[in-house]
Structures are given as structure tokens and as C-alpha cells.
């Protein structure tokens, strides 16, 4: 199974903050990845798929990039409707697998 | 418009069986690959199974030999049949609609294994 390492666990940003997330795959994925958004009590929503295309609807502040093993999402300027919790998701082979999740918080 | 809707949550105890079941509407179940992913309460989510288009399946090692996901093409919906139940299985379980991993997403329906 291809383990999905994602760094960090948590972080305190301010609103207009750039943030980086980062998630190394155990093995090649080529470009298989996905980057969801999820908010308490609601189900996850994908801003990014094909590791660096936005999902229709999601603003351009989000964007992806990588490709092999090492994945990176990043949001340019931090909205106040963007602090959630958000997850990589290899689906190169079966059984697809997470990371286990950046929780973003309010500084 | 896309929409999935499940059911069939609920309290079970250990060793108990529950059928989920997802209905969905703006597209055809039986057209599409098809997932099951998990969020145990206040943890990360788990991939569980799929069902592909045509009668692939494909499951998590930790659900394999105990759940069976289903599809039925004339009500349009998808199941998932849990047996064995354990505490671990405890988790919202939502299904999902898969386009280079999933896309859409239902609200989920929580499952509660305990005595």
C-alpha cells in the first residue's frame, strides 16, 4: 500500500498569510493526487485534482503542485473561510490512501 | 445537478451486520466508479471500498472479508453491507462519486458499534 505522509499536523495562520502544505508519497504517484478541504460537520470538498488542477468553483488562491513523491498545496492569501482542515488523497492504485490531515487554525 | 444521499446508520453492537445504503440522482451509479471512505469521530478519513463500473470491487485491508459494497441499477443506489462489526468500525461513513479519486460527496450517516 502507498503510505501518504502529510506535514504539517496543524498550523496557526493569520488571515493574508501565504501557507504551505506538503505531502510525500511512499513511492512514485506520478501526478495521482488530490487535495481536499474539509469543515467540521460537513463532508470533504476536492479543490484540487490531478495534483496541480483546480477544481471548478474553487478560487484561484488555492493551487497545487508537485508530481513523483513530494506534493505541496498552497494558499496564497488566507481567507477567513479557509480555515479548516485539509487532506492529500493518492488515488494512483487501490486502496487509495489519505494523509492524515493539516488542521488549519486561526492565529 | 449531482446528489447522494445515504442511510442506514445507526447504534449496532459487536458482531453485529447494518446495511448502508446511497442514493443518488444527476448521474448513473452503474456508469461510475463509486467509494466508501470513513472518518472514525475526531480523526482523519479512510478510504474503504469501491465499486467499479462493471462488478469490481476493491476494499481496504481493514473492512476485506466483512463488508461487501453493492450496486443496484434500477433504484440508482449503492450499498454497503458491514458484518462483523467491531468499535473500530465506528466512523461516519460517506459515499462518494469518483472522478480521479472522489469528486462528490454525500453528508454521510453514522455508524455507532457499541454494547
Known amino acids: 500500500d502507498i503510505q501518504m505522509t502529510q506535514s504539517p499536523s496543524s498550523l496557526s495562520a493569520s488571515v493574508g498569510d501565504r501557507v504551505t502544505i506538503s505531502c510525500r508519497a511512499s513511492?512514485?504517484?506520478?501526478?495521482?493526487l488530490g487535495w481536499y478541504q474539509q469543515k467540521p460537520g460537513k463532508a470533504p470538498k476536492r479543490l484540487i485534482f490531478?495534483?496541480?488542477s483546480l477544481q471548478s468553483g474553487v478560487p484561484s488562491r488555492f493551487s497545487g503542485s508537485g508530481s513523483g513523491t513530494e506534493f505541496t498545496l498552497t494558499i496564497s492569501s488566507l481567507q477567513p473561510e479557509d480555515f479548516a482542515t485539509y487532506y492529500c488523497l493518492q488515488h494512483s492504485s487501490y486502496p487509495l490512501t489519505f494523509g492524515g490531515g493539516t488542521k488549519v487554525e486561526i492565529k | 445537478e449531482v446528489q447522494l444521499v445515504e442511510s442506514g446508520g445507526g447504534l449496532v453492537q459487536p458482531g453485529g451486520s447494518l446495511r448502508l445504503s446511497c442514493a443518488a440522482s444527476?448521474?448513473?451509479?452503474?456508469?461510475?466508479?463509486m467509494s466508501w471512505v470513513r472518518q472514525a469521530p475526531g480523526k482523519g478519513l479512510e478510504w474503504v471500498s469501491v465499486a467499479y463500473s462493471g462488478a469490481g470491487t476493491f476494499y481496504a485491508d481493514s473492512v476485506k472479508g466483512r463488508f461487501t459494497v453493492s450496486r443496484d441499477s434500477s433504484k440508482n443506489t449503492l450499498y454497503l453491507q458491514m458484518n462483523s462489526l467491531r468499535p473500530e468500525d465506528t466512523a461516519v461513513y460517506y459515499c462518494?462519486?469518483?472522478?480521479?479519486?472522489?469528486?462528490?460527496w454525500g453528508q454521510g450517516t453514522l455508524v455507532t458499534v457499541s454494547s
Open positions: 444527476g448521474f448513473t451509479v452503474a456508469g461510475n466508479y
Open positions: 513511492q512514485a504517484i506520478g501526478n495521482d
Open positions: 462518494a462519486r469518483d472522478s480521479t479519486g472522489p469528486l462528490d
Open positions: 490531478a495534483a496541480s
